[in-house]
Structure formats: structure tokens, C-alpha cells
């Protein structure tokens, strides 16, 4: 057996490969057997049976929920939250980025940056505390809303403010974090192009327009591929955090409907079977714009 | 040095504008926590309005956390997730990380496919707990310690810093007649101070802050890391529980700052602490992106 190529090989780097062993282990344990275990979707999954042990049932799980009422309601979450989320979470840190760039003062760049990247050590936990004390009954936005003679509103208690609250939230503890990747990248234009944008008399915005942007296209569009990659896992544990029954209307996502089903009802072979159907999603959306983005900018992941 | 045009000085006052809002609308929420934590409970319920300073001045809220048996062991179990967890992060992570840049090794790249394939494409949620729960990690700190062994994506980050170094150094330590387990640990850890404190920092800070892990795991209050404890007291308005003997009207003043308060000894060490590390977070953030 040693004789072979790959029995040489063995042998020769026996000790790196002793290195890796414990690596390998770690992902089959933790990743590779919990896809495996993702068989339970077409199972009906019995804990006293176990994973191997439980009866096939094909395709059913996936049958019950394309028939239940909480499917269109949670992929139209997931989908509107998600592209709410892009649509405006996306260039903010890019709009960020070409203005700190701009900034005369280094000093006060770096105050800015330090401040502006705080928010994203602030554990969920605490953001979701701050999101919920602003936005009580008798919480500061409600005072301000009462103050012009408005009426206090419950927001974290209304289907409507929910998409608009997740998606500020958001950009405000992301978008200073998001805005190291493009400043590195704004670095790395050649000033030429800016000397010979200003000799042809391009004023600041179309500097930016002409020769910024264009510089960082490269980086805009990975980050892209990237976030569509994630589209179909909206921030679920800030999710968790912040809703309560009577907002599952515009808040309930397919992972939060997973994981209430899964963890907390025991539905466990239904919740895998939504859950991999999430996974499937994913994946294919990721697949797509990564070959349109080869076929389109020559920029993809692989 | 050309003089700025009138367009450009309109720009760049707006651009500070915009900037001087960014950093108030960033801060203020911060700030509004902090001011609510030091006030005194009474003053703070029946305050309205915009708090731009704290009501009176009280520190019972603090007291009151730092009194609290839950807190305590929150902090506890935390201390003991991090260093435990980290050791295991880092050494994990080195391993993997010097078996992917060597160079002439064969199933490098299938291994390293079978790695990179687990960020794209997981099993789920309801999978991965049934998982650890048959591993018999249920209500055991180690279920928030094996599980997150290893990120990924810090790996990758570590394997393409060493990467960058240089061939020579390692081939003459061979010549010297030192193993891998020498060249890892004697020449390339020390070479790589940088990205080792970036995925300290970044394997801390993921510790530091988790609590979804905690909450489907962990049954027993006794093995609660912080946030779940903290995330417990300000979501579920579980405090009363928590104070003990004091009085009904006493303990709802000194509830309603000890949330604040618990939110600030959490946060606080870590945003105390980032501005001076924010250089080796911005590098780990960068060597990620560029060969991700």
C-alpha cells in the first residue's frame, strides 16, 4: 500500500499530516456530521431511534411546509427583509468610505473611524436592549414623537415599523465596519488618476464619480457576491432578540421559523427540511452571482 | 497648491456636517445608556425626553450587578469560555493553518476544499443540536467551546499570512534538523505577532459577545456566560428575581438602572479596549477580504 503515490506522500509529510488530523476531526465532527445529519429532513425522526434508526418518509416534510400557511409568509420575510437589508445596508458603508476619504483633516478621519466602528463589538444582546428602550411606549423616540404633539406608538409591538427598525439598526452598527475594506481599496488607486482627472478640470464628485469608484469596483463587487451568498440568513439571533408573537407577521424569518419549531416545539425533521431547503436557496443564489459576475466583471470567489 | 474652488470648500464643510452627525448618531445611543446607568432609578422612570446628562447620580445600579450572584457567575463561566476556548481556538487554528501553506503536500487541496465548502453550504440549526446534544455536550461549557473550535474564516486569514514567509527560513531550520512542530511553534508563530493578535482579538470578541449557543445548550443558571445572563435581565424583564431582599418600591428604582448598568460592564471593557487595537483588527479584516 505504501507503495503508491499517495501512500509516499503519507509518509514522507507523516507529520504534517498529524498536524491536520485534529483539524479534520473538528470539521467532520462539528460541520460534516451535522450535514449528514440533515438526512432527518426525509426522515421522520424519532430521538429514542436515532438518526440512523428513524423511518423514511421522503419528501413529506418539505410537502407539509410548501403547503402550510407560514410558508409564503416566511420566505416573503426573509426576502423583503434581506433585500430592504442590501438595498440600503449595502452602499452605505461605500457612501461612508468615499466621504471619509475625502476628509481634509487626518486627525478628525480617525476619530470618526474609531467612533464609527464601534458599534460592531456591541453584542447583539445589547444592541437588540438598546433598540427595545428607545423604542418603548415611554422610550426616547416616543418622547420626541410626543413632544410635536404626536401619538406614542409601540413600535417593537407594530408588523409595520419592524422592517424599517431591523434595517437602521443595522446600518448603524455596521456601517463604520463596513468601510475599513473599501478605504484599503481607495488607497490602492494611483494618485496619477486623480492628478490627470483635476488637469481636465473634473471637480470633487466627478474625481469620485470617474476615478473612485471605478477603482474600487473590484472590491464593491466580491463584497457583493458575498452578501448574496448570505441573502437567505438575515440576522437571525438579532431576530430572536427583538420579536414576540404579535410581529411574526413581518418579522418571523425561515430561520426564526427553524428554530422555533426545531429547538423549541421539537418538530425536529420538519425544521431540518426547512432548514435545508434555506441552505439549498443559499448556496444557488451564491452559485448564480458568482458565474454572472465572472461572465460580467471578471471578479468572482473561485 | 492650487487654491480649493468654491465648490470644493461647499464640499468639504458639508462632508464634515455629515461627518459631525455620523459620530453623534453613533454615540448618542451609547451615551444615553451610560447617563441612564448612573442615574437614580426614581428620577430615571419618571424622566421624558432627551437625556443629555445622567438624572441625580446614583451607583446603585453597579452595585447591584456587581453583587449579583448571577452576574458573577455569568463573568465566571465567560472567563473560563475564553481562556479554555481560546487555547483551543489558537492551536487549532495554527495547525491548520501551517498544513495548508506548505508547499508539495498532496491532499492539501482536497482538504483544504473540504474546509472552505463548510462556509458555503451548512447543515442547519436543527442538525447541528442534535449533533452536540448526541456528543453529550448538553448543559456543559464545553458545548460552547468544541463546537466553534475552529472559524474558518480566521483560518484562512492565518494560512495566507503564512504564506508570505519566506521558504528559506523554514528549509534551513530543516537543515537544522527541526521538525514541523518546532518551525510552527518557534519561527512562525513568533514571525506572525500580528495576525496571532488579530485572531485573539477576533476569537475573544466572539466569545466575549456570544449567547445563542448558550441558550439552546445550557438548561443550569449556574453555567450562563454573561450575555445570556445580561441578555435574560434586559429582554425579559427578570430582575425582579434577581435583587433579592430589598423592598418592592426599592427594587424597581434599582432595577430599572441595574439593567443599564449590567449593559455597561459588559460593553465597556471592549470598547475601552478596541481603539488601541483597532489597527490589528483593521489588518485581520483586510488579509481576510484580499484572499478570502
Known sequence: ?302 | MIKPSLGERIFDFFNVVVMVLMIILTLYPMLYILFSSLSEGNKLISFNGILLWPQGFSLEGYKAVLSNPTILSGFKNTLFILVVGLGFNMTLTSLGAYFLSREGVMLQKPIMFFIVFTMFFQGGLVPFFLIVKSYGLLDSLWSLILPTAVSTFNLIIMRTYFMAIPKELEESAFLDGAGHFTILFRIFIPLSMPVVAVLILYYGVGHWNSWFNAMIFLRDQQLFPIQLVVRNIILENDNASMLGTTTLIQSRDVAETLKYAAIIVTTAPILLLYPFLQKYFVKGVMVGALKG
Open chain 1, 1 to 302: 500500500m505504501l507503495k503508491t503515490r499517495l501512500g509516499k506522500d503519507l509518509l514522507r509529510n507523516k507529520w504534517l499530516y498529524v498536524m491536520i488530523l485534529p483539524v479534520v476531526i473538528y470539521y467532520v465532527l462539528f460541520h460534516y456530521v451535522p450535514l449528514y445529519g440533515t438526512i432527518i429532513a426525509f426522515k421522520q425522526f424519532v430521538p429514542a431511534k436515532g438518526i440512523l434508526g428513524s423511518d423514511w418518509v421522503g419528501l413529506k416534510h418539505f410537502e407539509d411546509f410548501f403547503s402550510s400557511i407560514y410558508f409564503f409568509r416566511v420566505i416573503k420575510n426573509t426576502v423583503l427583509l434581506s433585500f430592504f437589508n442590501l438595498l440600503l445596508g449595502f452602499p452605505a458603508p461605500i457612501i461612508l468610505a468615499l466621504l471619509l476619504n475625502e476628509l481634509k483633516s487626518p486627525i478628525f478621519r480617525r476619530i470618526t473611524q474609531t467612533i464609527t466602528y464601534m458599534p460592531h463589538f456591541i453584542t447583539l444582546v445589547v444592541v437588540a436592549g438598546i433598540i427595545r428602550y428607545f423604542t418603548l411606549s415611554d422610550g426616547l423616540l416616543n418622547d420626541v414623537i410626543a413632544f410635536f404633539g404626536g401619538e406614542r406608538i409601540s413600535f417593537l409591538q407594530q408588523p409595520e415599523s419592524f422592517r424599517p427598525i431591523y434595517i437602521i439598526s443595522e446600518i448603524w452598527q455596521q456601517i463604520g465596519w463596513g468601510t475599513i475594506i473599501y478605504l484599503a481599496a481607495i488607497t490602492g488607486i494611483d494618485q496619477q488618476q486623480y492628478e490627470a482627472a483635476k488637469m481636465d478640470g473634473a471637480n470633487k464628485l466627478q474625481q469620485i464619480r470617474h476615478v473612485t469608484l471605478p477603482g474600487i469596483l473590484p472590491t464593491i463587487m466580491i463584497m457583493l457576491i458575498l452578501s448574496l451568498g448570505n441573502i437567505m440568513n438575515v440576522g437571525f439571533e438579532k431576530i430572536i432578540l427583538l420579536y414576540s408573537a404579535s410581529i411574526y407577521e413581518t418579522a418571523d424569518v425561515i430561520s426564526t421559523y427553524v428554530y422555533r419549531k426545531g429547538i423549541l416545539e421539537f418538530s425536529y425533521s420538519y425544521s431540518a427540511a426547512v432548514g435545508l431547503l434555506n441552505s439549498v436557496i443559499n448556496f444557488t443564489i451564491l452559485l448564480l452571482a458568482n458565474s454572472f459576475s465572472k461572465r460580467a466583471s471578471k471578479n468572482s470567489l473561485w
